[in-house]
């Protein structure tokens, strides 16, 4: 087994540092599936190191980590190796901080589907997010075949994902799956995030050429695919690009997302220079590039609203009460404004 096909690079491994590089390929609560020179093997953290050290950072799927290789048992974890990429969500459970999601990877197919599960505030969290992990984000809408016209989520998607590739495809019929040949290159490791059922089990399963993930159909209540995906795993296809699945996420928080917000929100931060005064809190400042940017139709208001809900939810990102306090604070100024905008006639919905 050469682990440079799963996209390992020799010189990840720091000089006078010894152990069997491997990658992880799942995680099960404490175990961990890897894959090494000697194959599919498993593992589990050296408790020293990690636990009691605190030196390394705990692994995750996609992570490349050094290994004391046991032929006869469960492996010991011994390093976390440096990661070039890096996807995290706030846990759910209050105060435990940031939670890991997948590591090392190129692309992050961001999915939604064009007949139901199509919304822009998620989209813009994913890119978000995307953007901050040091990947490049993708759009793919799914499900083409269940909608006559999709223009216009088209046009929405382009809208909030300036320079990002937006593709609507069907695992269906096949439609528009070519024109992600240029993401689907060997050694190449594809992250895939969105809501339960979007499909990316199913993407899998067309990329691949098999059924290599199980998939269930679309429920007639509500149009909607079931949740297949359980836990977070690395999977090789034949082609020699790899794919990490993840399970949908109903909560996706926010975390440090510093480089991710002006990257994703770049047409907004781009009139931050532009206000009068260098410390502009683009309230009720005068000569505020962006209140004027929002007055003349250039800025629409509903694009200025994810991205201050957004830096709020990072900034009290471990912090709910903090939230919802500046939240509702925040929500009376912006109301009060846009009642005003509206009376002067200068902002049309």
């Not at 997010?129 to 088209?154: F, M, N, R």
């Not at 040949?181 to 199913?202: A, C, E, H, Q």
């Not at 004027?292 to 957004?310: H, T």
């Amino acid at each position: 087994m050469n682990l440079i096909d799963y996209g390992f690079i020799p010189t990840m491994v720091p000089e006078g540092v010894s152990g069997t590089p491997a990658r992880v390929t799942a995680v099960y609560k404490e175990r961990y599936e890897l894959i090494c020179e000697h194959g599919y093997t498993y593992g589990r953290l050296k408790s020293s190191i990690y636990y009691f050290g605190g030196l390394e950072d705990f692994p995750t799927t996609g992570d490349f980590v050094l290994i004391d290789y046991n032929p006869s048992g469960d492996s010991h974890i011994i390093k976390t190796l440096e990661r070039k990429s890096f996807f995290s969500r706030r846990d759910p459970t209050p105060g435990r901080g940031e939670q890991a999601v997948a590591a090392n990877f190129d692309y992050v197919f961001i999915m939604q589907s064009l007949n139901r599960d199509f919304n822009l505030k998620r989209m813009e969290r994913y890119i978000t997010l995307a953007w901050q992990s040091g990947a490049v984000p993708v759009i793919i809408l799914t499900k083409a075949d269940l909608v006559e016209d999709y223009s216009e989520q088209i046009r929405a998607a382009q809208k909030i994902a300036a320079g990002i590739g937006v593709y609507a495809i069907s695992t269906i019929t096949g439609f528009g799956l070519d024109m992600l040949n240029d993401y689907l290159n060997p050694r190449k490791t594809i992250v895939f995030l969105g809501s339960s059922g979007v499909g990316k089990s199913s993407l899998v399963n067309v990329l691949a050429g098999q059924e290599i993930m199980a998939v269930s159909g679309i429920r007639e209540d509500d149009s909607r695919g079931r949740h297949t995906t359980t836990h977070r795993q690395l999977i090789k296809l034949p082609s020699g690009v790899m794919v990490i699945d993840t399970p949908g996420m109903r909560e996706l928080g926010m975390w440090d997302v510093s480089i991710g917000l002006g990257e994703a929100f770049s047409d907004v931060e781009s009139y931050f220079g532009l206000c009068k005064f260098r410390n502009c809190r683009h309230q009720t400042e005068p000569g505020c590039a962006v209140r004027a940017a929002i007055e003349s139709g250039e800025l629409s208001i509903e694009r200025w609203e994810s991205y201050l809900k957004l830096e709020r939810e990072a900034k009290f990102s471990d912090n709910k009460e903090g939230f919802l306090r500046q939240k509702q604070q925040w929500h009376k100024e912006l109301a009060k404004w846009s009642k005003q905008i509206k009376k002067n006639g200068r902002y049309k919905e």
